[in-house]
Antibody, heavy 121, light 107 residues
Framework: QVQLVQSGAEVKKPGASVKVSCKAS????????MHWVRQAPGQRLEWMGW????????RYSQKFQGRVTFTRDTSASTAYMELSSLRFEDTAVYYCARERPGYLDRDFDLWGRGTLVTVSP | EIVMTQSPATLSVSPGERATLSCRAS??????LAWYQHKPGQAPRLLIYSASTRATGIPARFSGSGSGTEFTLTISSLQSEDFAVYFC?????????FGGGTKVEIK
């Protein structure tokens, strides 16, 4: 079954880091780029960046540059998103999303169910 | 960054009726526009890409139109499973951005 399974909910204190995983199954992991998107309560979806699952190249949204790191483990078909120096406003549901293959196409044909990250004192 | 504005925020529709959702971009995004359906606790589902191409397995009652800055998603005859939040997404420019969503609810 083609799916993305994300890790479970996290509660972190301000200043801490969180690492969310996204395990792919049912397709060749390295053939697709993976994006990360988040949605804070009452807010719209916010794109964080993407990773080339084949070579590990990354591109980050300027908003998160310096605070977010995307990695992947090809042997485990898993992508990771690590966000550091957490703030209350980082409380959100974090999604991984597979990029649909196509020249210059950056839409997402497969999403995870999301991981709730709560930043609380 | 490109701001995507969706309207209305909430749409009340009876089953079997037609629903028309709008998405406007603050700058031209060509046809690099996707629509998604999102139900609580589920993964978002790609409906339309390139403004008007249905994704694999999407029923024909879903259609997309538009280019440039104005886009429309039409659901020709709403089924019970279509009540959800719908959001648009532009991928013509970095950063990628999303609309605020339209909630389609039962009238």
């Amino acid at each position: 079954q083609v799916q993305l399974v994300q890790s479970g909910a996290e509660v972190k204190k301000p200043g801490a880091s969180v690492k969310v995983s996204c395990k792919a199954s049912g397709y060749t992991f390295t053939k697709y780029a993976m994006h990360w998107v988040r949605q804070a309560p009452g807010q719209r979806l916010e794109w964080m960046g993407w990773i080339n699952a084949d070579n590990g190249n990354t591109r980050y949204s300027q908003k998160f540059q310096g605070r977010v790191t995307f990695t992947r483990d090809t042997s485990a078909s898993t992508a990771y998103m690590e966000l550091s120096s957490l703030r209350f406003e980082d409380t959100a549901v974090y999604y991984c999303a597979r990029e649909r293959p196509g020249y210059l196409d950056r839409d997402f044909d497969l999403w995870g169910r999301g991981t709730l990250v709560t930043v609380s004192p | 960054e490109i701001v995507m504005t969706q309207s209305p925020a909430t749409l009340s529709v009876s089953p079997g009726e037609r629903a028309t959702l709008s998405c406007r971009a603050s700058q031209i995004v060509s046809s690099s526009l996707a629509w998604y359906q999102h139900k609580p606790g589920q993964a978002p589902r790609l409906l339309i890409y390139s403004a008007s191409t249905r994704a694999t397995g999407i029923p024909a009652r879903f259609s997309g139109s538009g280019s440039g800055t104005e886009f429309t998603l039409t659901i020709s005859s709403l089924q019970s499973e279509d009540f959800a939040v719908y959001f648009c997404h532009q991928y013509n420019n970095w950063p990628l951005t999303f609309g605020g969503g339209t909630k389609v609810e039962i009238k």
